[in-house]
């Protein structure tokens, strides 16, 4: 087979980085996914959420009796550096390329999952490729509540395979998946006023990196929450001192690169504080967290809008709940993959209530129970109201002729091994084999680097060889 260029799938790319897409505003992505197909006469079904399905006849001289699905979500993760102004609602992306990378300015690229759109709206759009019957799913909400793939009717899908253009990297063929367990705990607070010779102080740590909490985090990049945690405990055993405000973070499926407190100390502690900061800040940067450029912990005096802060107990219980909650992987396979892990993704706080939101990822259900009652025993020991949701997992076949072929393909194309990974990332094929009996799946998609964070980049060399993988693929279904 000739490889065709990617020129058409770099050209829907750049279309779709223009139009806003984050989860729960889907409406304009699906507008132009919708008006694609009316415009090549192609059968499309858009239900009331925004999910759209649309339907391409085999070319005329493919024979396969069977049909396929290409599935991807139209939604994208809004992370942004914080001196950007950007808005994410109203506001498409600013787009460039840098080498063999496309990246954007100063915001997260949406390669995840916008590169799957381009491509299987370049294979829809094709009348070069020798393809099945094509049934292409279009999701939304997939980065927040995978309410989508919940909600969409698959009575009409004949297929029982699905191609997912939701991975990260091109020597790696998914064949499985993470189910997901979201918590949010919420502390009630009460508040108090403090005497004239307190201070108000704002304490800082940022500069880590961050990333995807299920691909990243068993990077050790380090978690800037807990690490305020862990520092106001130390400060807390030798100082009085009382939280006003406390954040970081900003979503429950994206490791965090920073947290803020606002505490308040007695004036006369502060040389003291701010030494033992400066002490602290040289420990963190000697700690095994790796892949960051410039984590530091500054710290400096505040002025006051009133005296109030979260009384004694409630600081004490905000530190030790932060403390007593694990982040990071918690158990592995024999590979040393994670098949359980945990990431404190965003704390926030407001007049009467402090919550901490958190999710727990799992490969193997039976082992995330210790994990479950261990966090049963905190809701119990401080009394906070919990609430839950879960994400559906995707437990690979043991043996699949679908996923076979798909090897033997990538052997004879990229002439080495993949490496066919039961992967620790919630995707939405849970929900889809939920309502598909007898599903086969793999996810398949080129090096994207850095997903859920503003260094998110996408390689174009890789894109080229994926979108001709995939090609070959539909050749010999």
């Not at 994410?88 to 999952?113: H, R």
């Not at 009409?156 to 993470?178: F, Q, R, T, V, Y």
């Not at 004036?267 to 000697?286: H, P, T």
């Not at 119990?380 to 690979?396: A, V």
């Amino acid at each position: 087979m000739k490889e065709l260029d990617i020129n058409e799938v770099l050209k829907y790319f750049y279309e779709i980085s223009k139009i806003p897409r984050m989860s729960r505003k889907e409406e304009k992505i699906a507008d132009y996914v919708e008006n694609f197909a009316k415009e090549r006469n192609l059968k499309c079904i858009r239900d009331i959420h925004n999910n759209i399905i649309i339907f391409k006849d085999p070319t005329k001289w493919n024979n396969s009796e069977e049909s396929i699905m290409l599935q991807c979500h139209l939604d994208m993760v809004c992370e942004k550096e914080e001196n950007s102004n950007h808005d994410f609602e109203k506001e498409g992306l600013e787009v460039y390329t840098e080498g063999d990378y496309i990246k954007a300015k100063n915001t997260t690229l949406g390669a995840d999952n916008g590169i799957g759109i381009a491509i299987i709206l370049a294979i829809l759009n094709s009348n070069k490729i020798n393809h099945p019957k094509i049934e292409a799913i279009f999701t939304v909400e997939e980065e927040t509540t995978m309410e989508g793939a919940k909600q969409i009717d698959v009575s009409m899908l004949e297929s029982k395979k699905m191609i997912c253009l939701d991975n990260m990297n091109e020597k790696e063929l998914w064949i499985g998946c993470a189910g997901a367990k979201i918590f949010e705990y919420e502390i009630e607070c009460n508040r108090q006023k403090n005497s004239k010779d307190y201070v108000l102080i704002k304490v800082e740590i940022s500069g880590f990196r961050g990333g995807h909490s299920g691909k990243d985090i068993s990077k050790n990049r380090g978690n800037p929450i807990k690490e305020m945690g862990n520092l106001l405990d130390d400060l807390s055993k030798k100082y009085n001192l009382y939280l006003k405000n406390i954040y970081g973070g900003r979503k429950v499926n994206v490791i965090p690169r920073e947290c803020y407190s606002e505490i308040y100390i007695k004036n006369a502690d502060f040389v003291k504080i701010n030494q033992e900061i400066v002490n602290y800040n040289r420990l963190l940067k000697k700690k095994s967290i790796n892949d960051n450029e410039d984590i530091r912990v500054n710290v400096r005096k505040i002025e006051q809008i009133d005296n109030y802060s979260y009384d004694a107990s409630i600081t004490s219980k905000v530190i030790n709940i932060i403390k007593d909650i694990k982040d990071g992987v918690y158990c592995k396979d024999k590979y040393e993959n994670p098949l359980v892990s945990l990431n404190i993704g965003k704390i926030e706080s407001f007049s009467d209530k402090v919550k901490i939101s958190f999710s727990i990822r799992s490969n193997r259900n039976e082992m995330v129970k210790k994990l479950e009652k261990e966090l049963g025993d905190i809701v119990s020991k401080y009394k906070i109201q919990e609430r839950k949701s879960e994400l559906s997992g995707y437990e690979h076949k043991e043996r699949s002729i679908f996923v076979d072929t798909c090897k033997v393909i990538y052997r004879k194309y990229f002439v080495m091994n993949p490496k066919v990974i039961d992967m620790h990332i919630c995707l939405e094929a849970g929900f889809f084999a939920n309502k598909i009996p007898k599903l086969d799946f793999i996810a398949i998609a080129p090096n994207i680097y850095d997903a859920h964070s503003p260094k998110e980049r996408c390689s174009i060399s890789s894109l080229k060889k994926v979108y001709n993988y995939i090609i070959l693929i539909l050749n010999e279904i």
